[in-house]
């Protein structure tokens, strides 16, 4: 069976940095969940449609390609707000299904971090993490990244824009952003990246030597 970390959490928690580290430490791939949602939320954008049409957004998750993915338009702050927009469809999340299935399913195992990876994708990943922070904390660290991607934006306005997509993540009907039953819990808000990957480590190392898997190398 692979060995299948998943790696959810809210907005800017720091959940890609973590998973992006322990797929280096594992050799294992990576996979950003979230980039396809953004790249749902831009492709709407980018042909003119609109994010409350469900079925536009529909079509764009079916046709999406992995070109589509290293769009450097996806990390923006707009981006990240179309995706949550796009986020809510059932149906755009069922057309994403099956890639993230498929990544999920090879050898010898594979990291993803998102929203719903441990309760909805993965729920038998061998490896759960739950990572928050609290918002203000979390806007902190976004509005240091959007500055340096040299988008011109106020602490005050990230913070807002990081309550609205928290709540909602939280509150939507298809896969809400909730920490699986078996996820652990790491709260990074007092933590440097340091410590926060160090933290990570130890949790996944518990479930490394359960199921028995060994990086190559
Ligand atoms: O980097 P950040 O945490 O801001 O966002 P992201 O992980 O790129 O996700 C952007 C948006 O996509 C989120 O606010 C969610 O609405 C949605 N998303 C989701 O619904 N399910 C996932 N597995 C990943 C992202």
Redesign the pocket.
Known sequence: MPFVIAVDG????G??TLAQGLARLYGLPHL????L??AVGVAVETSGGDLGDAAAAEAAARALGPADLADPRLRTREA?EA??RV?VYPAVRAALKAFQHAFAAQEPGAVID????GTVICPNAAAKLFVTARPEVRAER?WKQLVGQGETVSRAEVLDDIRI?DE??SGRAA?PLKAADDAVLLDTSEMTIDEAADAARRIIEAARVRQGFTPKG
Do not use: E, N, Q
Request: net charge positive; glycine share 16%.
């Open positions: 809210p907005a800017a928690s959940k890609g950003d969940s979230g980039l949602y953004r990240g995706a949550s986020a998102g929203r719903d990876i976004r997509r909602r993540d896969s």
